[in-house]
């Protein structure tokens, strides 16, 4: 059964720090997903990383997969309050695409 | 484009009531989920169907039902209400076949059970 860990659950930091955060999951997967969710909104997807070494940008976000590690970063630079959201990592079953398996989710807070 | 439409927004009801969840997509998606996001739980996959006329268990399926009559709805049922239900209830649909790609989401439907 596939699961997924991100860590860490809650992050709190300071305007212009860099940060990362990671996402693990437990079975053989080349797709991995992470999602944005503001306070009482839905999910919006940020990056799809389809392959092993798969990397992403959108502006102060960076994303990268290592599907021998089976582990997903989420790389935040300079951080602003914008930025201040719950982040979900998302992972194909393995065997198919059919089911997508979420991380709980980690929030974050960037403090002025 | 609408996306992904989930009517209602909002419900209350009262232990033992039944109602019905309506997803609708406009995308022409093959696949639709129904999750349900709880504090500290994430989202957790209740059903999900892979075609019109399909439908499949999820993670938590148990006290729900669903049904895929047409392509572009996915509809979710609660027979008999228990608190333990009350929660946001997300639809979400994508693409099918060798090209999944991520999933687009409703803005979600909460219900509270009383």
């Known amino acids: 059964e596939l699961k997924v860990e991100q860590n860490p659950l809650f992050l709190s930091m300071q305007e212009g720090k860099n940060y990362t955060i990671y996402c693990n999951y437990s079975?053989?997967?080349?797709?991995l997903y992470w999602y944005r969710q503001d306070p009482g909104k839905s999910l919006e997807s940020l990056f799809v990383?389809?392959?092993?070494?798969a990397v992403k940008q959108e502006g102060r976000l960076m994303a990268s997969l290592d599907t021998k590690a089976r582990l997903s970063t989420l790389h935040i630079t300079a951080a602003v309050h914008d930025l201040s959201a719950t982040y979900f990592c998302?992972?194909?079953?393995?065997?198919?695409?059919?089911?997508?398996?979420f991380g709980k989710g980690m929030k974050l807070t960037v403090n002025p | 484009n609408a996306g992904v439409t989930q009517t209602p927004k909002f419900r209350v009801l009262k232990t033992g009531q039944s109602m019905t969840l309506l997803c609708a997509q406009d995308?022409?998606?093959?696949?639709m989920y129904w999750y349900r996001q709880d504090p500290g739980m994430g989202l957790r996959l209740i059903h999900y169907?892979?075609?019109?006329?399909?439908?499949a268990k999820g993670e938590v399926p148990d006290g729900y039902n669903v049904s895929r009559l047409k392509k572009q709805n996915f509809l979710l049922g609660l027979e008999s209400a228990a608190p333990s239900q009350t929660s946001v209830y997300f639809c979400?649909?994508?693409?099918?076949?060798?090209?999944?790609?991520?999933?687009?989401f409703g803005e979600g439907s909460r219900l509270t059970v009383l």
């Open positions: 979400a649909s994508r693409r099918g076949g060798m090209n999944t790609g991520e999933l687009f």
């Open positions: 079975t053989t997967s080349d797709r």
């Open positions: 990383l389809l392959s092993n070494g």
């Open positions: 998302a992972v194909d079953s393995q065997g198919g695409s059919e089911k997508l398996v």
């Open positions: 995308m022409n998606h093959e696949y």
């Open positions: 169907s892979v075609g019109e006329g399909t439908t």
